[in-house]
């Protein structure tokens, strides 16, 4: 059956819609979902552009929405820089792609920025995203009896991505959807995203939490101080509680304590004594850290490339400057230090400012569209925390679609440019 024009504009916007409710459904809980349904999105969005003449609408986008474009542009092609000049050396072939995520953001970004639904849509989807990673690392945690329920890769992304779409779906007013089931299956998405992170035991993610919670107050205009203190003290009873009936959680809090102690008594020892002693996790990630600097140090430019940190680190523990447990591993454990060790300055500067640039997109928002400007401040805010200790934010493919497709969607809805409009306009 022959669709009409008008009936291929009704259906792609529900393609694009049906995509972005069903991109946050399973990422966490089934392998490479959220890096497909990126791909099905950047798709669709060419699709979308590539249906109808270019109009101005493209280039005449405001200055900020255009540097904010480039800077995908520029972090992707300094990557392509860095492993070039570094000889391409080990490049494995999912790797380019992994960085390409940056690019394909760009359509999704120019369509998705006239779908006045686009945010709705997100958000059911995260919201029947945490209920279903609740139900699966419970399942883990509680009748496989895991102490770090894994989903579909690991707690470590997990735990942190079900409570970021939390944090975010608190600060969409759920109390203003339209129909009481989705606002009972919001609800109960807040409530599950953050049940989720508690079973992972994911601390980055609890640490990203802790520091959002504290600063969210802040956010608001209208917050009173007798509201922040109930708001700090009912967070600190909770955390009380949660620490003392949840075993895999204290587990997890007291190995932080032991694990600073030995650290301590193991940075007295001579370096060659230290090479001889087994590491802890918190003593492994500092000596992971001050490799990664030393090592990009000596690289300012280009940086490394993936490939070549690995051999450069081996070089460091065979010349006995380094822990010889260094040789086991291929990331230093800090999206920052990632960026340093592996693109250089320049490869950090326009990591920096990716971060940045979109920060201060929402903050001019403040008064505007303040549901947009917490959300997107709190999404940004969460993972450059959690950067702080895992460079798998930025440097694994499932995780990067995460953040960049809900990063692209919150910007692109504030900066709607019509909101009475239909999507079909991008058709016509």
């Known amino acids: ?90 490049v494995r072939s999912h790797w380019p ?12 970004y120019l369509v998705l920025k006239e779908i006045n639904a686009a945010h709705h849509w997100l958000m059911r989807g995260a919201a029947v995203g945490c209920i279903v990673a609740a139900v699966y690392s419970g399942y883990q945690a509680f009748h496989l009896q895991l102490d770090a329920p894994m989903g579909a890769y690991h707690h ?13 779906m608190v600060l969409s007013r759920p109390r203003e959807w339209n129909t009481w089931f989705w606002r009972v299956v919001i609800y109960l998405g807040i409530v599950s995203g953050f049940a989720a992170l508690l079973f992972s035991t994911a601390r980055s993610g609890m640490l990203a939490l802790l520091l959002i919670l504290v600063a969210l107050p802040f956010l608001g205009s209208r917050v009173t101080l007798k509201q922040t203190l109930w708001a700090y003290i009912s967070a600190v009873l909770i955390l009380v509680t949660l620490f003392s009936v949840y075993s895999p959680l204290k587990s997890e809090v007291l190995d932080v304590v032991d694990g600073l102690k030995e650290h301590w008594s193991q940075s007295q020892l ?23 600097w030393v090592i990009g140090a000596q690289h300012p430019v280009f940086g490394t490339g993936r490939q070549g940190y690995t051999d450069q680190l081996h070089d460091m523990v065979a010349r006995g400057e380094g822990h010889p447990w260094l040789k086991s591993t291929e990331l230093p454990h800090s999206a920052y230090f990632y960026h340093f060790t592996m693109r250089g300055i320049a490869g950090f ?52 679609s995460v953040f960049i497709v809900v990063l692209v969607v919150l910007l692109g809805s504030s900066n709607h440019l019509s909101k009475d409009k239909s999507a079909a306009m991008y058709f016509r």
């Open 156 to 168: 470590l992304f997990l735990g942190p991505v079900s409570a970021a779409f939390s944090l975010i």
């Open 97 to 108: 792609w992994i960085d390409f995520r940056y690019v394909m953001a760009i359509p999704v």
């Open 1 to 90: 059956m022959m669709l009409t024009r008008a009936g291929f504009k009704l259906d792609l916007e529900s393609v694009l819609k049906s995509l972005l409710f069903l991109f946050p459904v399973l990422a966490v809980s089934v392998k490479s979902w959220a890096s497909a349904f990126h791909f099905l999105l950047f798709v669709a969005s060419l699709i979308a552009i590539t249906n109808r003449k270019l109009r101005s609408d493209y280039v005449r986008l405001p200055g900020d929405e255009r540097i904010f474009l480039i800077l995908l542009l520029l972090v992707y092609a300094w990557y392509l820089v860095s492993e070039i000049v570094n000889g391409w050396h080990g």
């Open 270 to 292: 001579p370096r060659e004594e230290f090479h001889k002693q087994s590491l802890d996790n918190i003593t492994s990630r500092l000596e992971m850290w001050r490799s990664a």
């Open 349 to 400: 500067v326009l990591f920096l400012l990716l971060l940045s640039w979109p920060l201060l997109m929402f903050l001019r928002l403040r008064t505007k569209d303040p549901v947009k400007f917490k959300q997107g401040v709190v999404w940004i805010m969460f993972f450059a925390i959690v950067g702080l200790t895992q460079s798998s934010v930025f440097s694994r493919g499932h995780y990067l």
